[in-house]
């Protein structure tokens, strides 16, 4: 373990450019080399080491092989050789069997390998193969990793600068990848562009290519927890791959079947998933479209029958398709799981059983063992455009609710705010918002505003003090404030039209009943306040007899008027 902690800050220390490495390298940790050029990593000392292009017979004198990527290694060159005639890894054969569902990032990885290399061949020897690999394999700092697989899916030349492809390249792998583990299977979104355009347009401006450094910097200040799933993913797929690339000698092994089903089975138990949450889903036809006959009427008025499958929609249900989209789509969930704090998206624990000794306890605890986390759920609060605009109509939706949650503000000229808070909102005179609380633009540029603790307020009756919801840390000068009848939000001194505003529930299903109960409470509480019971002497002083009496009325029994 300790050569692999070494080998990671070696790494990270001549990620920036190839040619800073050399001489940089630990003792007992040779590089792959090519030619008769000195690479970083070579032990100091080391004497007599044959090298070629391909690094094949590179003397590895120094450390154990890890024996996953050895064992790897040698499976992809005997491939390799049946293919090709090759003694050797290539970039094909190592995409084609280590990455079989994203071929794409396999050939990235592996240009990238063979690139830290120096090799002046197209195929990578087994030794430099294995070197390089585990040098992968042993990053640990956060910031290295993100360096890599910036330049990784950048072009790999002397200047080493990043153009905007390159970045969205990055990121729509980055979002294929968490689609592909997503729990309900895998998702596409029709946004994905406008969302993957918004992160690009606010990291490079108006630049055509920035250094790696800088674009590092920008994802770990605005969307720090996009990247690491994919090192997640590469991982893993580098220290399994042995186990589940199939040889004619291997298919009558039952053990390496039985790990191989293991493995495709808790295929998604390795936190890709985890990140994006599951939005919560709504009929968009309301109850008249749900497949049963409408309560009290349908489209139109007139009662429903279910849907026929098949039966194309009338002019009437697209426009209401079309009118209740969700303002937050698919992929910008995506990137404010990747851009807020964990608590937004936390991972939910798999619930015990509830028999124990029913006959699915086996099966509940090897899923368990393989998937102890679930997604988060984020739950559908308030939309304006379902249940009404207004204040009164979102403070009933919302408060309430002790739970993180995110407001969305859709404005005119296709602005985009969020405003996240993690604790329930109340109305006060004080800033509020523990740490978490942010504020960010997602369109038509995506930019983290601010992230502060007492940078929320919400007001809208106690005199003397502004009125309506705010957010940003100065008093005297918010970022965002929206009116008291949440009808315009200013931001950066303008004016601009609120056109609907969505509330989303990022808590557990408990917080979500919590607040389901207090409104059912609070319905049935003035239901009964509605009818009260008066004596003939309570009557005699209650003030509601007076003004029945200067209205000229002096009977109030009803059956005799």
Known sequence: MGNAHSGGKQQGSGSSSPSKAKGNGGAGEPMQANGGSAVAGVATGVRGMT??????DIQDRSQAQFQPVDKLGRI??????????????TGDVFARYVFPKYPDLGHKLFRYLRFMSHAKTEHLGLVAFRQQSEKFLALLDDSVILESYVRMFGDLNESELIKPENLKHLLRTCYNLAMAHYSDGPQSCRLLNRTLDSVVQSCFFSKESLSPGYICRWLENNVPRLVPPIHKYCVHALSTSHRTIMDNSMVSNSETVVSISAINAGEASYGL???????????PFGKELGGGVGAGGGIGGASML????????????????????PLLPLSEAWLLAGSLPPLYSKPQSVP?????????????????????????????????????????????????YRGPNLILFRCEDDLLFCVANPNEWRETHLYIGDEGSCCLQLLPKFQMLEKKPKSLYLNTHIRGYPKGLRAGSDPRKPILIVDEHFERLEYRALQHKILSIEVWGCGNQQQRDVQLDIKKWQVKEAERQRTVKM?????????????????GRQNYNNSST
């Not at 090298?51 to 094949?56: H, K, V, W």
């Not at 279910?306 to 079309?322: N, S």
């Not at 393989?370 to 984020?378: E, K, M, Q, R, Y």
């Open 51 to 56: 090298r070629t292009a391909s690094g094949a």
């Open 76 to 89: 992809l060159a005997k491939k390799c050789e049946e293919l090709h005639g090759i003694h050797g890894v």
């Open 273 to 283: 998933e985890l990140q994006t949450p599951i939005l919560e889903k709504t009929n």
């Open 306 to 325: 279910p849907r026929e499958p098949g039966k194309p929609l009338t002019a009437e249900e697209r426009e209401r398709l079309k009118n209740q989209q």
């Open 352 to 400: 015990a059983p509830i028999n124990p000794n029913s006959a699915n306890l086996t099966s509940h605890i090897f899923l368990a063992k393989l998937l102890s986390l679930v997604p988060s759920h984020w739950t559908s609060l308030y939309d304006s455009r379902l249940d009404g605009s207004g204040t009164n109509r979102f403070l009933h939706h919302v408060l309430g």
């Open 535 to 551: 004596t003939a002497a309570d009557w005699m002083d209650h003030p509601d007899r007076y003004l029945l009496e200067l209205g």
